[in-house]
């Protein structure tokens, strides 16, 4: 068996994005607002994590993929500012929705975000030229 290269790593990555965009999607058809978000931000953070990936950067936390995606990737226009804003405000709902007792999300909503986890997701494969 083969070493796999940088582009086998990153391109796993963005599958594991897609299949957790799936995920996202029969949670949502499902009315399970609250998995769907945390599947929606998770597609975002395994796409986020090949991005930063993809210049030998490493982080141990969510917020440490925060920053450097902004840093490197929305500081730099790589990324445009609505998609960054957006994955700022999924992993805050993430958060919000798996640890708030209270937390109970629109379905109306996080089918809209739904939308642009998949741009956010798109983005960074062309970023990546997969």
Do not use: W
Request: aromatic share 10%.
């Amino acid at each position: 068996m083969s070493t796999p290269t940088k582009e086998d790593l990153l391109r796993l990555k963005i599958i594991k994005a897609r299949r957790t965009l799936s995920e996202a999607e029969k949670m949502i058809e499902f009315n399970f607002a609250n998995a769907g978000v945390n599947r929606l931000y998770y597609a975002c953070f395994y796409a986020a994590s090949a991005l930063l990936f993809s210049k030998d950067i490493f982080t141990k936390t969510h917020s440490g993929v925060k920053q450097k995606l902004g840093l490197h990737f929305i500081n730099t226009g790589l990324i445009p500012g609505n998609l960054g804003q957006f994955y700022n405000d999924i992993l805050r709902l993430r958060v919000h929705t798996d640890y708030d007792d209270i937390a109970d999300p629109q379905l109306n909503l996080v089918k809209e975000l739904a939308i642009l986890a998949n741009q956010f997701v798109d983005k960074a494969q062309v970023i990546l030229n997969l």
